[in-house]
C-alpha cells in the first residue's frame, strides 16, 4: 500500500491564518491578456535566473518569518544545494528539506547549462516567500528587489517555481 500526503486546502487554509483581517481577495487574471515577450536570442545563449517562492533560503541567511514576509534571500547560483533552508508556512516542505530541488531546481538547471540547452545561470538565484496576504506589498516591496537583481545580473529569462 502507498502512502499519500495530504493535499494543501489553500483558501480555508489562508482563511485560518488571516481570519483577523478582511477576507482575502483572490486574484482574478482570468480575463486579461497574456503579457508576452519573445526572447531577443536564442535559449543556449541565454543567462536565466531562478525565483522560486518555496521560502528556500541559504545557511546562515535570516529564515523567511512564517507570515507576511516581502524579503527575497539572494542565493549564489553555483551553491551545493545541500545548503539551502526551508521556511514556509503555505505547504509541506519535508520534501524540499530532503531534497530543496523540487522547489527550487538548481541541480536540473545547472544540467541544463552543461548540456548547452540554456547558455548560463545568473550568478544569483531568488528565493522568497509565496502566500504573502498583501498583493500591493508583493507589487510594491518584493517584486521591485526581484527586478533590481535581475537588472543587475543583465538576465534574458526567469525561471519561477512557485510552491
Same mark, same amino acid.
Given at each position: 500500500?502507498?502512502?499519500?500526503?495530504?493535499?494543501?486546502?489553500?483558501?480555508?487554509?489562508?482563511?485560518?491564518?488571516?481570519?483577523?483581517?478582511?477576507?482575502?481577495?483572490?486574484?482574478?487574471?482570468?480575463?486579461?491578456?497574456?503579457?508576452? =515577450?519573445?526572447? #531577443?536570442?536564442?535559449?543556449?545563449? /541565454?543567462?536565466?535566473? !531562478?525565483l522560486g517562492s518555496?521560502?528556500?533560503?541559504? %545557511? *546562515?541567511?535570516?529564515?523567511?518569518?512564517?507570515?507576511?514576509?516581502?524579503?527575497?534571500?539572494?542565493?549564489?547560483?553555483?551553491?551545493?544545494?545541500?545548503?539551502?533552508?526551508?521556511?514556509?508556512?503555505?505547504?509541506? =516542505?519535508?520534501? #524540499?528539506?530532503?531534497?530543496?530541488? /523540487?522547489?527550487?531546481? !538548481?541541480?536540473?538547471?545547472?544540467?541544463?547549462?552543461? %548540456? *548547452?540547452?540554456?547558455?548560463?545561470?545568473?550568478?544569483?538565484?531568488?528565493?522568497?516567500?509565496?502566500?504573502?496576504?498583501?498583493?500591493?506589498?508583493?507589487?510594491?516591496?518584493?517584486?521591485?528587489?526581484?527586478?533590481?537583481?535581475l537588472r543587475a545580473?543583465?538576465?534574458?529569462?526567469?525561471?519561477?517555481?512557485?510552491?
Amino acid at each position: 500500500m502507498t502512502s499519500r500526503r495530504s493535499v494543501v486546502d489553500y483558501i480555508p487554509r489562508t482563511r485560518a491564518l488571516y481570519a483577523p483581517s478582511p477576507p482575502y481577495q483572490w486574484a482574478d487574471n482570468r480575463e486579461r491578456p497574456v503579457p508576452w =515577450t519573445p526572447l #531577443a536570442r536564442p535559449l543556449e545563449h /541565454c543567462r536565466v535566473a !531562478l525565483l522560486g517562492s518555496g521560502g528556500v533560503y541559504l %545557511e *546562515g541567511q535570516t529564515p523567511f518569518a512564517l507570515k507576511d514576509d516581502t524579503s527575497i534571500r539572494s542565493i549564489p547560483s553555483d551553491v551545493s544545494v545541500d545548503r539551502l533552508r526551508i521556511s514556509h508556512f503555505g505547504y509541506p =516542505t519535508g520534501d #524540499a528539506e530532503d531534497d530543496a530541488n /523540487c522547489v527550487f531546481p !538548481l541541480d536540473p538547471l545547472r544540467k541544463l547549462v552543461r %548540456e *548547452g540547452v540554456l547558455g548560463e545561470l545568473a550568478p544569483t538565484a531568488i528565493g522568497m516567500m509565496g502566500g504573502i496576504y498583501s498583493r500591493r506589498r508583493v507589487v510594491v516591496e518584493t517584486a521591485p528587489a526581484v527586478v533590481e537583481v535581475l537588472r543587475a545580473e543583465q538576465v534574458d529569462l526567469l525561471f519561477a517555481v512557485p510552491a
